[in-house]
């Protein structure tokens, strides 16, 4: 019988946990030191920029008010601004600002370590196979007005 300890979810958490640690350690003393929260706002908004502070604190899975705190900081460090919706007058839009790209440029690079070093001893077909079946996975938990979707249907 397989033990809690290996089972999948316990397996994924430890993982990312470690990943996370390590991307961490590795940022320490690079261009500025950047939170993992801080690295993971502005990567989500290098993807879309634009997106109102409730859709980032979505895609991050924190609070509004935790996100509003996060975004001061990147804010106060120049890399990014809020502007107005126009649609919504309540709410803001977020966009990077030219002093974040060699921000990203640090975390690509230490996450592409990460990964490398993530993937010692798995060959480029096992590398794909475990991203293809956890994007499949992560298609069939993803919640989209309260049906699951379907990986193969995105």
């Given at each position: 019988?397989?033990?809690?300890?290996?089972?999948?979810?316990?397996?994924?958490?430890?993982?990312?946990?470690?990943?996370?640690?390590?991307?961490?350690?590795?940022?320490?003393?690079?261009?500025?030191?950047?939170?993992?929260?801080?690295?993971?706002?502005?990567?989500?908004?290098?993807?879309?920029?634009?997106?109102?502070?409730?859709?980032?604190?979505?895609?991050?899975?924190?609070?509004?008010?935790?996100?509003?705190?996060?975004?001061?900081?990147?804010?106060?460090?120049?890399?990014?601004?809020?502007?107005?919706?126009?649609?919504?007058?309540?709410?803001?839009?977020?966009?990077?600002?030219?002093?974040?790209?060699?921000?990203?440029?640090?975390?690509?690079?230490?996450?592409?370590?990460?990964?490398?070093?993530?993937?010692?001893?798995?060959?480029?077909?096992?590398a794909a196979a475990l991203?293809?079946?956890?994007?499949?996975?992560?298609?069939?938990?993803?919640?989209?007005?309260?049906?699951?979707?379907?990986?193969?249907?995105?």
């Amino acid at each position: 019988m397989q033990s809690l300890r290996d089972g999948l979810g316990f397996l994924l958490a430890d993982v990312s946990r470690l990943m996370r640690r390590e991307f961490a350690r590795r940022m320490d003393g690079r261009l500025s030191i950047l939170t993992f929260a801080q690295a993971r706002a502005l990567v989500h908004l290098a993807r879309s920029e634009g997106l109102r502070q409730v859709e980032l604190a979505n895609l991050l899975e924190v609070q509004p008010i935790t996100l509003a705190r996060l975004i001061d900081q990147l804010d106060a460090r120049g890399l990014v601004e809020r502007r107005a919706d126009p649609d919504d007058r309540r709410a803001h839009r977020l966009f990077l600002t030219p002093a974040a790209r060699p921000h990203l440029d640090a975390i690509r690079e230490v996450a592409a370590s990460v990964r490398v070093d993530a993937l010692r001893g798995i060959d480029a077909a096992q590398a794909a196979a475990l991203s293809a079946t956890l994007a499949r996975i992560r298609g069939n938990l993803a919640i989209n007005g309260g049906d699951a979707v379907r990986a193969d249907a995105r």
